[in-house]
Each structure stands twice: as structure tokens, then as C-alpha cells.
């Protein structure tokens, strides 16, 4: 392999990758969601989805979901690097706990008539998508369940006359009474 | 209701800027003012317990404040105004992050009101610095900012070190609020840095010490950070177990350079011994450093056969770069001091008769070694004879950044911790001399010299001025090779000796230039008029720009080469052209 001369080591390394899904703790204040999104493009980190809400408005804490892929060594580098920022209070590695449960709302909208409604509706029932809009030429499911399941009903949607979809990204929780 | 007009504590964001710098026993303020800051800066004229070091540009007052907290294990204090004031912040604020300097930096705002109307001097200051600091706050209320001044020195100085940045908008500094002392609640809770090291990991790592064959100590900058007493017990470790110490060019003199078991700086342009003794050891103990890829070389052959033991207050330093067998979490010093009290009572000093024998052997290969000339001063002479002519004197040494910085950290010893102010990580040229102004500060008594290249000293020069207001004797000491010495050395091995854009055509004439400044010029060309001078140049109380004309075309050695292990560095003796023709060649690439 011919490498150009370099002032760096031009090193080339394909570990495997794995996806991990992270909740972090913060306080809900001005620019932590910069902070921790520039953390990711600065250092080049994925980020497959994410998703942020306060969630206890008392004491300004608010939880950040993120999904990530990367070498295991650089998933503990992400942990690392979030969790010395200073309004972090925690990260879970929901992955590694092994005891999380991941949800994914979508909102998709299907354009079409006939019998393309007929198996919009049969579909939407088999995966237990509520109709919440519908016009003669169109309906909009809302989909809850893990992103696999969302995505399988997209897919299956686009034939019949997919039009656009909105989804939150995912949300994590701990399975069992202890909060994370 | 009270009456708040003669409550103490009622006063407006400016006076509360001031009232928290004494607070936290800051003497020295480094800064340039400007609209968004005219609040402030009358302030600081109503009062006597805060100097004021007016730079010349406030890139100047940054690295000032870096040298001032590098030579003190104090935080560094910079004012700047808004726009342009903050944006010339940039550099020593990344400068101050890549190398763990603790700098509080205040910035001006446009007022609250202007703020995101492409004011006048605006810009999104705590969104540009947000990835140059290590946390960075807006105030938008008056009645926050003691809270936020006083968590900003609390996170520049705890944990990992490092700077931050608190924005005042003018109309936060002109309104009247409530002011409080420091306090414990004005630090979120969320920030709890790691200070004591988890036990059983110590255990462990005094077993696989106890039990080393061909142990090696390598200590960073963190040691330096930690404290005086974390260089005392990394002292006695090695006293203690007998153990060959290195370092990085960041932890040079928290061993001393005379010290028995000192291997000389290891990494890129480190010694033979040290770089052999990292490649070949069987137990590694890395105390406040980072394995940072000069210091590794190629990673996948870095020190192939070792456990490695890595104490560091930064978990995300820890399996960063290289797998660590043993990581310690912790302040260096807690952890030092913890760990040799396990060793001191549960084991002894192992034989390492055989391991010194070879390390006898590397060090035989002399890896420092030039050739003498007596027509040219040579570079690495001209550091040798510095650092002579400075032992008795109370030195401090700071360095721009090329060539001469690695030969200052190769030929300059250091006794003491706290001497050596360089940049290391971000490798900024322009650093040392505004650097050196700063420790000067400080130490208004001491040697302070900033050995610097031609090329670099230009970048931040205009400081000479600051010299001379505030009678700050540096010593501005050049090594003249008329290059940008590091890059055309590059450009030899590396780009068949195309030397594009590597070569000053016009330089200053130094010694006039000294002269305009009002400071005093000297120069030397002939090795036999190089000690005279250096003398005249220490017994100067006044600030000295010294042009010492160097071989142009020296290298500096020894080096590892492209994309090689620590196994494979060429050596001065050895890098014929052909040799180095052959040690670059190959398609490798350099690290
Ligand atoms: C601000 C900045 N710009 C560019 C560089 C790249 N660089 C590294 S060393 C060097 C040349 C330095 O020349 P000089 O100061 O004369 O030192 P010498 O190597 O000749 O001793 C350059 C341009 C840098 N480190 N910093
Ligand atoms: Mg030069």
C-alpha cells in the first residue's frame, strides 16, 4: 500500500462496528444540546438518531437519547467525552445494560384509492398503526414500536403510495423498578 | 423591605468582575479593551489590588495568561472585548485546552437586546469557543454572574484543567444586581471530577510494578498540573523502585534532568534509550500523559509487549489511543501518593540489574550526539551554552514553536517543575514570547527566556512593546536559521527538498528592530562570540532580543522516521543522506 508522505501516521483500520444507545442526563440549560451534538461532529462520531426532552422541569434536567455506531473503542470514548462535560450528570449505555427498552414514533402519511387503501388499512391494523388523519385520497398512520418494526412499515408503505414521513428517533428506558 | 443602597453586596456586573477577581486572590489580569468592555475597564482603573498587563494584541494576552498559570500552578486571568476581541481569543484558547493550562477568560457582549442582530462587534462568542474551552457560560442576568464567575474558576482549576470563557453583555455589566462571595452551590452538580484512585486498581498496579522485569515510568504534563507535591512523589516512586523515568515534552522537569534514572524526553525527537526502553518494557506506568501520537509513533506497534498501567483525572484520556491493562482514575498526585504507600509496605525492589544493562547499551549510542564546528554556531550549541550560562540564575525557559523548541527541550535540563513553558499540543508559533511576559509577571525577579525561531518569533513580536511598559526583562533568545526550520526539514526528507514557502526572504534586521521597540538588541555569529554575549544578555535588566545566527540547513535528530516503531529512529551518526533517504523512503508515512 503507498502511502503519501505525511506529517501523520496515515493509518487505515477497519474494526467492527457496533450501534449503542445512549441516555444522558443534563441540566437543561442554554447550548448543551450544541455541546453535546459539537462533541459529535467535532470528534466524528455517528449519530443515528437522537432525541431530547426536559424531563423533569422542577429541577431542569432533561434526557438525551442517542444512538451511535462505532468501534467499541470509540463507543467508550464517547461515554467518556460525554460524561466530563459539566452539565452532564449521567450516561447509560442502555446496549450494555442489556435491559432497555427502545421506542420509535413515526407519523407517515399514504397517498392513493382503491385497493391501495384496502391494504394501507390491513397493513397499518397488522402492525398496530392508529389512523390519525384521513382525507378520500389519504390517510396518516402513527406508528409506535422499536425503529426495525417502524422501518419494516415504512417499507412496507412505500409501494402503495408513500408520501413523507416524520419519526421522533428513539427513546430508552431501563426495564426493571431502578431509575438510571 | 431593606434598603439595598447601602448593602455592600449591590453593585453593578462590572464592579462584580472585579470584586470576584480579588476574590479569588487573582493579582494580575492580562487583557485589551474595547466598547464591550469599557464598564469593566473603569472598574479596574477605580481600584489597586488587580493589575492590569495591557497587551498589544489579545492573542499576546491569552498565551501570557498560559505562562502565567504554567510557571504558578495559578489560573490565568484574561479581559477582551467582544468581536474581534474574542475571535483573537480563539488561538490561546485551544492552545490553553490541548494542554490542560487553566485560564479564565472574560469576554464582552453587545447588549442583550442586539445580541443575534449582527450588532457592531458581535459574534457568537460561547458558540465559537464552545469547542476551545472546557465550558463556557452567557450571562444574561446580573443576578447570575457571581454565581457563574465563581463556577468558572472552580472548573478552570478542578479536575482536568483547562479554560473557560464567561460572555458579559454590556447592559449585564452597567445593571445593578446582588453580588456573594465563592461559595460551594455555585457549581453545578453535575461537574464532579475524580480525584482518588480506585484501590484495588493501585493493587493491581503495584503487583504487575513489583513483579516488572523491564519496567519504564512515563510522566506528562498532567504531573506538572497536579502540583509540586505530585513531581516530590513521582520522585520518590522512582526512588523507590529503582525505575528508569521518561517523559513527554509536556511533563519535562517533574524529574529531574540530572537525575540517575532519567532516559531523557521520549516521542518523535526523544532520546534513543527512552523511545528503546518504552518499545522494549514489560511493564509501563504512564502517569499524567496521554499517549498522544508523537509520543507513540505507530500505535500498532507501540510497545508491543507491555502491560501498561495509565493514571490519569481524565477518563477519556484512558484507552484513547492504546489499550491500557491497568487504567487508575484519579489527580496524579492522590494517586502517587497512594500507590507508593501500597508499594512501600507490600513490596520491594525488584532486580532490574539486567534491564539498566541494556539501557546502558542505547544510551552508549549517545542519540544527542552533533558535530562540533567552530566556524557556524550549531543549534544544539547554542542551547548547550544557554543552559550554561544560566545555571546559579532563578530560569525559567519558554519556546515558540520548531526545531529550536525541540532542541531547548532536548538540551536544556530541568531540575524543577513549573521551568518549562512550551506548546505541546497544539504547537502554536507565537506561543513563547507573550508566554514569556506572563511568567515574567509572575516572577519579576527571575531569568525568564523565550528561546525562540526566526519565523515564529514574528507571529507575536508586537508583545516586545508590553516589554518594555511594563519593564519586563525577557530574554528573546533566536535561534536564527533563516528557515522555518522544522518544515524545511520536512520538506528535505519528505518532498524531495522542495523547499516551498519555507524560507524567509526578507527577514527583520533583529537588533534594529529590538532598538525600535526599546528594547535592547544583540547578536552572535561566531561560536567563539556566543558566550560573551549570552553573558551581556543575563546581565540586562532590560528586555533583550537576541539574533543568534545559526546553521541554516541543520535537521534534528534523532527523529522516527515515517510511520516506524520506537525501534526504528534515526540517529544523528547514522542519517547519512543515503540513510535517510532510505529510513523515509518505502511509501510510508510520517508520523
Ligand atoms: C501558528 C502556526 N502556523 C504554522 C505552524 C507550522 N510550523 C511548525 S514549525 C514551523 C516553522 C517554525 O520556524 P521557526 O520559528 O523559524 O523555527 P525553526 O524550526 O526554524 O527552529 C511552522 C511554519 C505552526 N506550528 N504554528
Ligand atoms: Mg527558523
Redesign the pocket.
Known amino acids: 500500500m503507498n502511502q503519501p508522505a505525511s506529517a501523520y501516521f496515515l493509518e487505515e483500520r477497519h474494526d467492527p462496528t457496533e450501534s449503542h444507545t445512549l441516555s444522558v442526563l443534563v441540566q437543561n440549560e442554554p447550548g448543551v444540546l450544541a455541546r453535546v451534538i459539537g462533541l459529535f461532529s467535532g470528534r466524528g462520531y455517528n449519530i443515528e438518531s437522537l432525541t431530547v426532552s426536559e424531563t423533569e422541569s422542577q429541577k431542569h434536567l432533561s434526557r438525551i437519547t442517542i444512538v451511535t455506531t462505532g468501534t467499541p473503542m470509540v463507543i467508550e470514548q464517547i461515554k467518556h467525552q460525554l460524561d466530563r462535560m459539566v452539565p452532564v450528570y449521567r450516561v447509560v449505555d442502555m446496549t450494555l445494560t442489556g435491559r432497555s427498552i427502545e421506542r420509535e414514533l413515526a407519523m407517515v402519511k399514504v397517498r392513493g384509492g382503491g385497493d391501495n387503501r384496502v391494504e394501507a388499512l390491513r397493513l397499518a391494523d397488522a402492525f398496530r398503526a392508529r389512523v390519525i388523519d384521513a382525507t378520500t385520497e389519504s390517510f396518516v398512520f402513527e406508528i409506535t414500536g422499536n425503529s426495525a418494526k417502524v422501518s419494516q412499515f415504512i417499507d412496507l408503505m412505500r409501494p402503495i403510495g408513500l408520501v413523507e414521513v416524520s419519526r421522533t428517533g428513539v427513546a430508552a428506558i431501563g426495564r426493571g423498578p431502578e431509575g438510571m | 423591605m431593606t434598603d439595598k443602597s447601602h448593602d455592600p453586596n449591590q453593585m453593578t456586573g462590572a464592579a462584580m468582575i472585579v470584586r470576584a477577581l480579588i476574590d479569588h486572590g487573582v493579582q494580575h489580569l492580562f487583557g485589551y479593551p474595547g466598547g464591550a468592555v469599557l464598564p469593566i475597564y473603569d472598574e479596574i482603573f477605580q481600584q489597586s489590588e488587580v493589575e492590569h498587563i495591557l497587551v498589544r494584541h489579545e492573542q499576546g494576552a491569552g498565551h501570557a495568561a498560559e505562562g502565567y498559570a504554567r510557571s504558578t500552578g495559578k489560573p490565568g486571568v484574561v479581559l477582551v472585548t467582544s468581536g474581534p476581541g474574542a475571535t483573537n481569543m480563539v488561538t490561546p484558547l485551544t492552545d490553553a485546552l490541548m494542554d490542560s493550562i487553566p485560564l479564565v477568560c472574560i469576554t464582552g457582549q453587545v447588549p442583550t437586546h442586539l445580541i443575534g442582530n449582527d450588532a457592531f462587534q458581535e459574534c457568537d462568542t460561547v458558540g465559537i469557543t464552545r469547542p476551545c474551552t472546557k465550558h463556557n457560560w452567557l450571562v444574561r442576568d446580573v443576578n447570575d454572574l457571581a454565581k457563574v464567575l465563581h463556577e468558572a474558576f472552580y472548573v478552570a482549576t478542578t479536575g482536568r484543567p483547562g479554560p473557560v470563557v464567561v460572555d458579559v453583555p454590556k447592559d449585564v455589566q452597567f445593571a445593578t444586581g446582588t453580588y456573594h462571595p465563592p461559595r460551594k452551590s455555585d457549581v453545578h452538580v453535575s461537574y464532579t471530577p475524580r480525584v482518588k484512585g480506585d484501590a484495588t486498581q493501585i493493587r493491581k498496579a503495584v503487583a504487575l510494578l513489583a513483579g516488572a522485569k523491564r519496567p519504564v515510568i512515563y510522566s506528562g504534563g498532567g504531573v506538572i498540573n497536579s502540583g509540586r507535591e505530585a513531581s516530590k512523589l513521582l520522585r520518590e516512586l522512582v526512588e523507590v523502585t529503582g525505575f528508569p523515568i521518561t517523559s513527554t515534552l509536556m511533563g519535562l522537569g517533574a524529574y529531574p534532568a540530572t537525575g540517575k534514572n532519567w532516559l531523557g524526553m521520549l516521542g518523535m525527537h526523544g532520546t534513543y534509550e527512552s523511545n528503546m526502553a518504552m518499545h522494549d518494557c514489560d511493564v509501563m506506568l504512564c502517569v499524567g500523559a496521554r499517549f498522544d501520537d508523537r509520543i507513540t509513533g505507530r500505535t500498532d506497534a507501540f510497545s508491543p509487549g507491555s502491560k501498561k498501567i495509565h493514571i490519569d483525572i481524565d477518563p477519556s484520556s484512558i484507552n484513547k489511543n492504546i489499550h491500557v491493562d491497568v487504567p487508575i482514575i484519579g489527580d496524579c498526585g492522590n494517586v502517587l501518593g497512594d500507590l507508593l504507600q501500597v508499594f512501600k509496605a507490600e513490596a520491594k525492589k525488584p532486580d532490574i540489574k539486567a534491564w539498566w544493562q541494556e539501557i546502558a547499551v542505547w544510551r552508549a549510542r549517545n542519540s544527542l550526539a552533533y558535530r562540533k564546528n567552530s566556524e557556524v554556531i550549531l543549534p544544539q550549541y547554542a542551547i548547550e551554552r544557554l543552559f550554561e550560562a544560566t545555571r546559579g540564575h532563578d530560569t525559567y525557559i519558554t519556546t515558540?514553536?520548531?526545531?529550536?523548541?525541540m532542541w531547548a527541550a532536548q538540551f536544556f535540563g530541568f531540575e524543577e517543575p513549573h521551568r518549562w513553558m512550551t506548546s505541546g499540543g497544539l504547537?502554536?508559533?507565537?506561543y513563547g514570547l507573550p508566554a514569556a511576559l506572563g511568567v515574567q509577571v509572575a516572577h519579576r525577579d527571575s531569568l525568564v527566556i523565550d528561546i525562540?525561531?526566526?519565523?515564529?518569533?514574528q507571529?507575536t513580536m508586537q508583545e516586545m512593546s508590553t516589554a518594555v511598559q511594563f519593564e519586563l526583562p525577557i530574554k528573546i533568545f533566536i535561534?536564527n536559521?533563516q528557515?522555518?526550520?522544522?518544515?524545511r526539514q520536512w520538506q528535505q526528507l519528505l518532498h524531495g527538498n522542495r523547499l516551498s514557502h519555507s524560507y524567509s526572504e526578507a527577514l527583520p534586521d533583529f537588533v534594529k528592530l529590538a532598538d525600535a521597540f526599546g528594547c535592547v538588541g544583540l547578536q552572535a555569529i561566531k561560536p567563539g562570540d556566543l558566550d560573551g554575549a549570552l553573558k551581556e544578555m543575563i546581565s540586562i535588566k532590560r528586555p533583550v532580543l537576541f539574533d543568534c545566527r545559526v546553521a541554516a540547513l541543520e535537521n534534528c535528530f534523532p527523529m522516527i522516521p515515517s510511520g516506524k516503531a520506537h525501534n526504528e529512529m534515526l540517529l544523528p551518526a547514522e542519517a547519512t543522506d543515503e540513510a535517510t533517504a532510505a529510513a523515509f523512503a518505502g511509501g510510508k508515512a510520517l508520523v
Open positions: 515558540e514553536v520548531g526545531q529550536h523548541q504547537g502554536t508559533m507565537g525562540a525561531g526566526d519565523a515564529s518569533v507571529m535561534l536559521n528557515y522555518m526550520g522544522m518544515v
